[in-house]
């Protein structure tokens, strides 16, 4: 379980300090698929930094399992079982994707146990396993490796920033896939979501909505869906995906699910 108490974040800017997170505070329980959502510039983003140590909120507390980390790195976090997918996933010059996927473990596997974490997010894992992780891959498998390599590390809480951004309706059906698969096999460990896609919406145990910088509602799927889908805002953010696609063929191979 991951905890958020009274969390403030702010920057510095020709204006003078900028408030971004307001006095947030919730809990992500064990065994949840949690999505939070809300108008651009909100704030989202930022608390998945915050929750993944990308940055260090100015007052309170985050606390993992009743361990207080709101002072640990990056690396102690992902040590302790946090693990983040960044909105543009990062390029690797020189990495093999097999070699992405065996680090993000922490332990020495075969390249059929790598395999199976590609099959997972639709890739068809002889024509990845030995790409690089540079230039040649689209935005598009850029993100399903980077999803592939979180599933890799079995982590206590997922952290997923805008998981649809910049693919195709093809592999985005995908994903909605994978995050099914994982709401229905986690238990000791939990999900957070950064979205305002109604199909991710609609998978959600839990909703919570941030709009400038503070947590303005939460509650179950039921409760909240019928408020986000009256408003012209919501239904304009849900109306989104696929507008900027990535041309992504569909793999040929099986996608046998790995959870």
Not at 46 to 74: C, H, V
Not at 109 to 115: L, P, V
Not at 180 to 193: A, D, F, P, T, V
Not at 233 to 251: F, H, L, M, Y
Request: glycine share 8%; with cysteine.
């Amino acid at each position: 379980m991951i905890e958020l108490k009274n969390i403030s974040f702010g920057v510095d800017d020709d204006k003078g300090k900028k408030e971004i997170i307001r006095d947030v505070s919730f809990t992500v329980p064990d065994g949840k698929l949690i999505v939070i959502t809300g108008p651009n510039g909100g704030g989202k983003s930022t608390l998945a930094r915050l929750i993944a140590g990308i940055e260090k909120p100015l007052s309170g507390k985050i606390l993992l399992d009743g361990e207080d980390i709101t002072d640990m790195s990056i690396t102690e976090r992902a040590k302790k079982g946090i693990g983040f997918a960044f909105q543009q996933p990062v390029r690797f010059k020189g990495i093999e994707v097999f070699d992405l996927i065996r680090l993000a473990t922490g332990k020495s596997i075969s390249i059929s146990d790598a395999c199976s974490y590609l099959s997972a997010v639709g890739l068809c894992a002889r024509d990845y396993i030995k790409r690089e992780v540079n230039s040649s891959l689209s935005g598009g498998e850029l993100k399903r490796i980077e999803i592939a390599t979180v599933l890799a590390r079995s982590p206590r809480i997922s952290v997923f920033d805008e998981p649809e951004a910049g693919i195709d309706l093809w592999s985005f059906k995908n994903l909605i896939e994978v995050f099914e698969g994982m709401r229905k096999h986690i238990k000791e460990s939990s999900i957070l979501i950064i979205s305002h896609q109604e199909r991710i919406l609609n998978i959600a145990d839990e909703i919570m909505v941030i709009k400038e910088g503070r947590l303005i509602n939460k509650g179950t799927r039921d409760e909240l869906m019928p408020q986000l889908m009256s408003t012209d805002s919501a239904v304009r953010d849900c109306n989104g995906v696929g507008e900027k696609a990535v041309d992504i063929t569909p793999e040929p191979c099986s996608t046998s699910a790995l959870i």
